[in-house]
């Protein structure tokens, strides 16, 4: 049954004031709350691969690198959503695929899948308000070539309960900010329609850049556009690290210029290229993840194109190094250093593989569930 606009509204209320993450665990969504442990191994990363007969799937991995349990995806995934508790992950399809796989990460299992409203298609991001009970997904109201944050009651089986504007085309990836009220959203501002599935149809005239809302009401509280040299800097992934934000772009202008392809932003002031363009040399104009260490010392942007890791200090901007391995997409946090994935089926700490398979190739994304 679909929910009132006085119930959301006070649904979203209600996640605002428990913005302070002091909830006791038996206060999230109750279908989170009550699943029960059967495996000895902890869910520590959750990624999508493809196998080497052309079938999609998600994986679950431990901190050993040991493979939990896999789940079939009907089409390509992308990115993953983590409920607070840790209990359930949501998986996205690819743009401009149209499902989001649960999966259950305490009893090993699939849980449920869903779609967004007719018209829309997902972007591949989203996360979880504080306390779990709702969802946000970045998504393409391709019709109307505008961007929207859907919204998602998990204790209604993900039932679609909203959506806000997110002040811009082609919300890639969307993160809560650390008061549990700011959403970030990285507007990449190329029109893009199902119809033509992964051509870019505005070029010469997006217009990326950052929009900030409030996840209560929607209402925009900030945005910020990037120097005009940058304009064919498509926007598409986020990390907050400390008080601000890092940002990895995909570059649609002549592929021989020399730019920056990662910025920094803080609210209210200008978005900040990172170090020069040289910097970037054989990264192939695109960053396909960007990833913060636990205590928010370090920064990872991968380039899987050229097959590069760059480790970057948050504080001072600086390159820290540059990590070598084929197609290495995927980035998360691992204490203070990182885990990787490549598209050679490697996880990778330390710069030593513990999970190798050669008959998949893991996707863009790995997200980390502890």
Not at 103 to 110: C, K, M, Y
Not at 306 to 312: D, E, L, M, P, V
Not at 328 to 352: E, H, M, R, Y
Request: glycine share 10%; hydrophobic share 35%; aromatic share 8%.
């Amino acid at each position: 049954m679909a929910l009132s606009r006085r119930t959301f509204l006070s649904r979203i209320a209600a996640s605002g004031v428990l913005a302070t993450g002091q909830l006791p665990l038996a206060s999230f969504a109750p279908g989170f709350a009550q699943a029960q442990t059967s495996s000895p191994h902890q869910a520590a990363y959750v990624s999508t691969l493809r196998q080497s007969d052309g079938q999609y799937a998600a994986a679950v991995i431990d901190h050993a690198g040991n493979l939990i349990f896999q789940e079939h995806l009907d089409d390509r995934g992308h990115a993953t959503a983590i409920t607070p508790n840790k209990k359930f992950a949501v998986v996205f399809a690819r743009r401009p695929g149209r499902f989001a796989l649960v999966l259950d990460l305490v009893n090993n299992q699939r849980h449920q899948a869903f779609s967004p409203s007719a018209g829309h298609h997902f972007y591949g991001h989203g996360f979880f308000s504080p306390d779990g009970k709702i969802l946000y997904a970045t998504e393409n109201d391709y019709e109307n070539e505008r961007g929207i944050i859907g919204i998602y009651d998990t204790e209604n089986n993900f039932a679609r309960i909203g959506q806000h504007d997110s002040y811009g085309i082609g919300p890639h990836e969307a993160i809560l900010l650390s008061d549990g009220i700011t959403i970030a959203i990285s507007n990449g501002g190329i029109v893009t329609h199902p119809d033509y599935p992964r051509q870019k149809l505005n070029l010469p005239s997006m217009e990326p850049q950052i929009s900030y809302i409030d996840r209560r009401d929607g209402k925009l509280i900030s945005q910020s556009k990037l120097p005009s040299e940058y304009t064919q800097l498509s926007l598409r992934h986020m990390s907050a690290a400390k008080d601000h934000i890092w940002i990895g772009g995909q570059f649609e202008g002549d592929p021989g210029s020399s730019i920056s392809l990662v910025a920094t932003h803080r609210l209210g002031e200008e978005i900040k290229p990172v170090s020069k363009g040289q910097t970037y040399l054989g990264m192939k104009q695109y960053i396909g993840s960007v990833s913060t260490n636990a205590n928010g010392s370090l920064v990872a942007t991968s380039a899987p194109k050229g097959n590069k890791i760059a480790i970057w200090n948050s504080d001072t901007r600086e390159l820290v190094k540059i990590i070598t391995h084929q197609d290495a997409g995927g980035v998360a946090p691992n204490g203070k250093d990182f885990t990787i994935s490549d598209g050679q089926g490697n996880l990778w700490q330390n710069n030593k593989a513990i999970y190798h398979n050669p008959e998949i190739a893991w996707d863009n994304h790995l997200s980390s569930v502890t």
